[in-house]
Every structure is written in C-alpha cells, then in structure tokens.
Nanobody, 120 residues
Framework: QVQVVESGAGLAQPGGSLRLSCAAS????????MGWYRQAPGKQRELVAT???????VYGDSVKGRFTISRDNAKNTADLQMNSLKPEDTAVYHC??????????????WGQGTQVTVSS
C-alpha cells in the first residue's frame, strides 16, 4: 500500500503566500514524477507543477513565475511554494506521485486534496 498526503491548506490574501507539502509513504521502492494539480468549482483539474526525480520542473502557464515546486527524494516529499497569490488560485490542490512499489508495481497515486482560498 502506498499513499500521498497533502498538508498546508489555508486562507491567504491576494498577494500573499502559502506553502503546500506532499508526503508519500508506504511500500515505496522509488518515485518518479511528483506533482501538484488543482481543481476549482465547476472547472476541470489543471496542472500546477510537476517535478521529476531528477528535479526537472514543469509549470502551468497560470502559475509560472509565482509558484515554485521542490522535492526531497530522501524524504519522499514535494513542496509547492505559492507567492503572489490571486483569487483565481482558489481551488482544491491535489498531490500526485508516480510510485514504483517494493513489489515493482507502477502506480499513480493521488492525495485527497487540500483547500487553498485566496480572498480579501
């Protein structure tokens, strides 16, 4: 069994900052990509940022220059630093990890999501 758990939900004012964390745990042999996606009410889930195990990063157009993704391979964690927040960043943020289990199965694991609200 493997899982990912997000933390760092919160309320921020426009222009403010929040930091989200994602931790993968369980029978992990290795982790490939880790990433953050978000879904606002009435909208499709969209890419926020992903990072490979070699630290190659991809960002969604709407967050480039404002958000930064990082990971700690030793701790199986991926963080998302969000700066210059806008009301349109309000959404449920989900962590995703592509995990190779100790049984050598490949699984794409999603977290339950964490709410980010940007409002004055």
């Amino acid at each position: 069994q493997v899982q990912v758990v997000e933390s760092g939900a919160g309320l921020a004012q426009p222009g403010g900052s929040l930091r989200l964390s994602c931790a993968a745990s369980g029978s992990i042999f290795s982790i490939g990509h880790m990433g953050w996606y978000r879904q606002a009410p009435g909208k499709q889930r969209e890419l926020v940022a992903t990072i490979s195990n070699g630290s190659m990063k991809v960002y969604g157009d709407s967050v480039k220059g404002r958000f930064t993704i990082s990971r700690d391979n030793a701790k199986n964690t991926a963080d998302l630093q969000m700066n210059s927040l806008k009301p349109e960043d309000t959404a449920v943020y989900h962590c995703n990890a592509f995990i190779i289990t100790t049984g050598r199965a490949s699984v794409s694991v999603w977290g339950q999501g964490t709410q980010v609200t940007v409002s004055s």
